[in-house]
Protein backbone atom coordinates (compact mmCIF):
# COMPACT_ATOMS: atom_id res chain seq x y z
CA UNK A 1 0.00 0.00 0.00
CA UNK A 2 0.87 3.75 -0.61
CA UNK A 3 1.83 6.10 2.54
CA UNK A 4 -1.59 7.89 1.12
CA UNK A 5 -3.56 4.44 1.54
CA UNK A 6 -1.64 3.34 4.68
CA UNK A 7 -2.28 7.23 6.28
CA UNK A 8 -6.44 7.25 5.45
CA UNK A 9 -6.55 3.77 6.79
CA UNK A 10 -4.99 4.65 9.87
CA UNK A 11 -7.16 7.50 10.57
CA UNK A 12 -10.08 5.77 9.59
CA UNK A 13 -8.84 3.24 12.64
CA UNK A 14 -9.14 5.90 15.10
CA UNK A 15 -11.98 8.04 13.16
CA UNK A 16 -10.50 10.72 12.61
CA UNK A 17 -10.87 13.04 9.11
CA UNK A 18 -7.56 14.19 8.23
CA UNK A 19 -6.22 17.97 7.42
CA UNK A 20 -4.37 18.52 3.86
CA UNK A 21 -3.17 21.99 4.24
CA UNK A 22 -1.63 23.40 0.02
CA UNK A 23 0.78 25.78 -0.55
CA UNK A 24 2.00 26.58 -3.77
CA UNK A 25 6.10 25.76 -4.03
CA UNK A 26 8.56 28.06 -4.38
CA UNK A 27 6.34 30.84 -2.78
CA UNK A 28 6.94 33.63 -2.03
CA UNK A 29 10.63 32.11 -2.61
CA UNK A 30 12.30 28.70 -3.00
CA UNK A 31 14.11 28.60 0.30
CA UNK A 32 11.23 29.09 2.51
CA UNK A 33 9.14 25.77 1.40
CA UNK A 34 10.42 23.39 2.77
CA UNK A 35 10.52 24.67 6.29
CA UNK A 36 7.30 25.70 5.52
CA UNK A 37 5.92 21.69 5.01
CA UNK A 38 7.47 20.91 7.99
CA UNK A 39 5.49 23.78 10.07
CA UNK A 40 2.41 22.50 8.61
CA UNK A 41 3.22 18.89 9.76
CA UNK A 42 3.61 19.80 13.24
CA UNK A 43 0.71 22.42 13.65
CA UNK A 44 -1.41 19.24 12.83
CA UNK A 45 -1.30 18.01 8.91
CA UNK A 46 -1.68 14.83 8.00
CA UNK A 47 -0.87 14.87 4.16
CA UNK A 48 0.59 17.89 2.35
CA UNK A 49 -0.29 19.02 -0.99
CA UNK A 50 2.40 20.79 -3.15
CA UNK A 51 1.30 22.98 -5.96
CA UNK A 52 3.30 23.08 -8.95
CA UNK A 53 3.77 26.58 -10.60
CA UNK A 54 1.92 27.07 -13.87
CA UNK A 55 1.14 30.15 -16.03
CA UNK A 56 -2.02 29.19 -16.61
CA UNK A 57 -3.66 28.09 -13.56
CA UNK A 58 -7.19 27.83 -14.90
CA UNK A 59 -9.30 26.00 -12.00
CA UNK A 60 -7.55 28.64 -9.03
CA UNK A 61 -9.14 31.83 -8.10
CA UNK A 62 -6.97 35.32 -8.04
CA UNK A 63 -5.08 34.06 -4.73
CA UNK A 64 -3.59 31.00 -5.79
CA UNK A 65 -3.20 32.81 -9.32
CA UNK A 66 -0.95 35.52 -7.87
CA UNK A 67 1.18 32.84 -5.66
CA UNK A 68 1.73 30.86 -9.38
CA UNK A 69 3.12 34.24 -10.67
CA UNK A 70 5.61 34.76 -7.59
CA UNK A 71 6.74 31.51 -7.82
CA UNK A 72 7.26 31.84 -11.30
CA UNK A 73 9.78 35.22 -10.66
CA UNK A 74 12.03 33.22 -9.00
CA UNK A 75 11.81 30.35 -11.83
CA UNK A 76 10.47 27.65 -9.42
CA UNK A 77 10.52 24.39 -12.02
CA UNK A 78 8.99 21.21 -12.20
CA UNK A 79 11.94 19.54 -11.24
CA UNK A 80 12.43 22.49 -8.32
CA UNK A 81 9.25 21.17 -6.52
CA UNK A 82 10.61 17.77 -6.84
CA UNK A 83 14.23 18.92 -5.25
CA UNK A 84 12.03 20.53 -2.85
CA UNK A 85 10.26 17.07 -2.17
CA UNK A 86 13.37 15.12 -1.63
CA UNK A 87 14.56 17.80 0.44
CA UNK A 88 11.64 17.70 3.44
CA UNK A 89 11.65 13.70 2.92
CA UNK A 90 15.45 13.99 4.55
CA UNK A 91 13.56 14.79 7.91
CA UNK A 92 10.05 13.52 7.69
CA UNK A 93 9.70 9.84 5.58
CA UNK A 94 6.26 9.54 6.96
CA UNK A 95 3.88 12.14 5.60
CA UNK A 96 2.31 11.78 2.33
CA UNK A 97 3.13 14.39 -0.32
CA UNK A 98 0.97 15.24 -3.34
CA UNK A 99 2.09 17.31 -6.14
CA UNK A 100 -0.54 19.23 -7.47
CA UNK A 101 -0.61 20.88 -10.39
CA UNK A 102 -1.26 20.79 -14.72
CA UNK A 103 -0.40 19.03 -17.40
CA UNK A 104 1.98 20.90 -19.51
CA UNK A 105 4.76 20.51 -17.76
CA UNK A 106 4.64 16.82 -17.18
CA UNK A 107 4.59 16.45 -20.52
CA UNK A 108 7.07 18.27 -21.59
CA UNK A 109 9.29 16.07 -19.09
CA UNK A 110 7.62 13.16 -19.96
CA UNK A 111 5.48 10.48 -18.21
CA UNK A 112 7.80 7.73 -17.48
CA UNK A 113 10.95 10.50 -16.89
CA UNK A 114 8.39 12.35 -14.57
CA UNK A 115 6.87 9.14 -12.41
CA UNK A 116 10.31 7.58 -11.85
CA UNK A 117 11.71 10.86 -10.87
CA UNK A 118 8.42 11.80 -8.43
CA UNK A 119 9.16 8.35 -6.69
CA UNK A 120 12.78 8.80 -6.74
CA UNK A 121 12.05 12.61 -4.46
CA UNK A 122 9.33 10.91 -2.33
CA UNK A 123 5.99 11.80 -4.07
CA UNK A 124 3.22 9.63 -3.22
CA UNK A 125 0.42 11.05 -5.35
CA UNK A 126 0.19 13.43 -8.76
CA UNK A 127 -3.27 15.65 -8.99
CA UNK A 128 -3.01 16.73 -12.78
CA UNK A 129 -6.29 19.55 -12.92
CA UNK A 130 -6.55 19.38 -16.68
CA UNK A 131 -6.28 15.75 -17.05
CA UNK A 132 -9.49 14.18 -17.16
CA UNK A 133 -9.16 10.71 -16.46
CA UNK A 134 -10.42 9.47 -20.12
CA UNK A 135 -7.42 10.77 -20.98
CA UNK A 136 -5.03 9.55 -18.52
CA UNK A 137 -4.58 5.87 -18.90
CA UNK A 138 -0.91 6.27 -20.07
CA UNK A 139 0.27 8.83 -17.20
CA UNK A 140 -1.94 6.65 -14.60
CA UNK A 141 -0.24 3.23 -15.98
CA UNK A 142 3.41 5.13 -15.27
CA UNK A 143 2.24 6.65 -11.83
CA UNK A 144 1.31 3.47 -10.63
CA UNK A 145 4.13 1.56 -11.79
CA UNK A 146 6.02 3.36 -9.31
CA UNK A 147 3.82 3.22 -6.24
CA UNK A 148 2.47 6.69 -6.81
CA UNK A 149 -1.91 7.11 -6.17
CA UNK A 150 -3.18 9.42 -9.41
CA UNK A 151 -5.86 11.49 -7.93
CA UNK A 152 -8.53 12.74 -9.66
CA UNK A 153 -10.85 15.45 -9.10
CA UNK A 154 -14.85 15.42 -8.94
CA UNK A 155 -17.41 18.62 -9.23
CA UNK A 156 -20.47 19.35 -7.73
CA UNK A 157 -22.14 18.63 -11.28
CA UNK A 158 -20.41 15.06 -12.68
CA UNK A 159 -23.09 12.82 -13.35
CA UNK A 160 -23.39 9.28 -12.00
CA UNK A 161 -21.44 7.49 -14.88
CA UNK A 162 -18.24 9.70 -14.83
CA UNK A 163 -17.82 8.90 -11.14
CA UNK A 164 -17.60 5.27 -11.84
CA UNK A 165 -15.02 6.45 -14.84
CA UNK A 166 -12.90 8.52 -11.87
CA UNK A 167 -13.68 5.68 -8.91
CA UNK A 168 -12.13 3.25 -11.75
CA UNK A 169 -9.20 5.35 -12.36
CA UNK A 170 -8.22 6.76 -8.77
CA UNK A 171 -5.83 5.88 -6.27
CA UNK A 172 -5.51 7.28 -2.94
CA UNK A 173 -8.18 9.12 -2.67
CA UNK A 174 -10.65 10.95 -4.69
CA UNK A 175 -11.06 14.70 -4.93
CA UNK A 176 -14.40 16.64 -4.44
CA UNK A 177 -14.75 20.05 -5.43
CA UNK A 178 -17.08 21.84 -3.23
CA UNK A 179 -17.59 24.72 -4.95
CA UNK A 180 -18.78 25.60 -8.65
CA UNK A 181 -15.98 27.69 -9.39
CA UNK A 182 -12.28 28.13 -8.78
CA UNK A 183 -10.47 28.05 -5.57
CA UNK A 184 -11.55 30.38 -3.23
CA UNK A 185 -14.14 31.20 -4.95
CA UNK A 186 -17.81 31.64 -3.17
CA UNK A 187 -18.95 30.70 -0.01
CA UNK A 188 -20.38 26.32 0.98
CA UNK A 189 -23.47 24.74 0.71
CA UNK A 190 -22.46 22.70 3.38
CA UNK A 191 -25.47 20.65 3.00
CA UNK A 192 -25.42 20.02 -0.82
CA UNK A 193 -22.12 19.31 0.02
CA UNK A 194 -22.46 16.46 2.39
CA UNK A 195 -25.64 15.08 -0.05
CA UNK A 196 -22.41 15.04 -2.56
CA UNK A 197 -20.10 13.40 -0.59
CA UNK A 198 -22.31 10.72 0.80
CA UNK A 199 -23.64 9.93 -2.73
CA UNK A 200 -19.93 9.38 -3.88
CA UNK A 201 -18.97 7.52 -0.55
CA UNK A 202 -21.89 5.20 -1.18
CA UNK A 203 -20.52 4.05 -4.44
CA UNK A 204 -16.74 3.04 -3.26
CA UNK A 205 -14.53 2.81 -0.26
CA UNK A 206 -11.66 4.85 -1.16
CA UNK A 207 -11.45 8.09 0.47
CA UNK A 208 -13.11 11.16 -0.39
CA UNK A 209 -10.90 14.93 0.61
CA UNK A 210 -13.66 17.84 0.17
CA UNK A 211 -11.46 21.03 -1.02
CA UNK A 212 -12.07 24.38 -2.63
CA UNK A 213 -13.70 26.00 0.13
CA UNK A 214 -12.49 25.25 3.55
CA UNK A 215 -11.30 28.37 5.09
CA UNK A 216 -11.84 28.07 8.91
CA UNK A 217 -12.41 25.83 11.56
CA UNK A 218 -15.72 26.53 11.35
CA UNK A 219 -16.11 25.11 7.32
CA UNK A 220 -13.59 22.63 8.10
CA UNK A 221 -15.92 21.12 11.48
CA UNK A 222 -19.24 21.46 9.18
CA UNK A 223 -18.01 19.50 6.35
CA UNK A 224 -15.95 16.82 8.34
CA UNK A 225 -18.91 14.29 9.08
CA UNK A 226 -18.89 13.35 5.69
CA UNK A 227 -15.84 13.87 4.47
CA UNK A 228 -12.68 11.71 4.33
CA UNK A 229 -10.15 14.56 4.24
CA UNK A 230 -10.51 18.46 4.09
CA UNK A 231 -8.56 20.35 2.39
CA UNK A 232 -7.21 23.82 3.13
CA UNK A 233 -5.29 25.95 0.30
CA UNK A 234 -6.21 29.59 -0.05
CA UNK A 235 -7.00 30.45 3.58
CA UNK A 236 -3.39 29.29 4.06
CA UNK A 237 -1.76 31.35 0.47
CA UNK A 238 -3.40 34.25 1.49
CA UNK A 239 -1.38 34.54 4.46
CA UNK A 240 2.18 34.18 2.22
CA UNK A 241 0.43 36.79 -0.26
CA UNK A 242 0.01 39.48 3.15
CA UNK A 243 3.03 38.56 4.80
CA UNK A 244 5.32 37.73 1.96
CA UNK A 245 7.97 39.84 3.18
CA UNK A 246 7.71 38.17 6.60
CA UNK A 247 7.74 34.96 6.64
CA UNK A 248 8.02 34.01 10.31
CA UNK A 249 4.83 36.17 10.74
CA UNK A 250 2.83 34.07 7.65
CA UNK A 251 4.32 31.08 9.68
CA UNK A 252 2.45 31.48 12.70
CA UNK A 253 -0.41 32.79 11.14
CA UNK A 254 -0.19 29.74 8.94
CA UNK A 255 0.52 27.35 12.04
CA UNK A 256 -1.97 29.15 14.43
CA UNK A 257 -5.05 28.72 11.37
CA UNK A 258 -4.11 25.04 10.86
CA UNK A 259 -3.80 24.59 14.91
CA UNK A 260 -7.32 25.51 15.21
CA UNK A 261 -8.77 23.71 12.27
CA UNK A 262 -7.11 20.44 13.84
CA UNK A 263 -8.87 21.75 16.69
CA UNK A 264 -12.14 21.83 15.05
CA UNK A 265 -12.12 19.11 13.70
CA UNK A 266 -10.53 16.41 16.41
CA UNK A 267 -13.69 17.58 18.58
CA UNK A 268 -15.82 16.89 15.54
CA UNK A 269 -14.35 13.39 15.59
CA UNK A 270 -14.69 12.55 18.83
CA UNK A 271 -18.41 13.76 19.09
CA UNK A 272 -18.91 11.16 15.55
CA UNK A 273 -17.02 8.63 17.78
CA UNK A 274 -19.36 8.80 21.02
CA UNK A 275 -22.62 8.83 19.21
CA UNK A 276 -20.93 5.75 17.01
Known amino acids: MSRITDRFAALRRDGRTALVPYVTAGDPRPEVTVPLMHAMVEAGADLLELGVPFSD???????????????????????????????????????????????NPIEVMG?????????????????????PPEEAEDFRRELLAQGIDPIFLLAPTTNDARIRKVIDAASGFIYYVALKGVTG????????VGRRVSHIRAMTDIPVGVGFGIKDADSARAVAPFADAVVVGSAIVRQIEQYSDKMDTATQHIVALLKDIRQALDSGDTARLEQA
Not at 185 to 192: I, K, R, V
Open 111 to 131: YAEFATAAAAAGVDGVITVDM
Open 57 to 103: PMADGPVIQLANERALEHHTSLHDVLDMVRAFRQQDTATPVIVMGYL
Open 185 to 192: AGNLDTEE
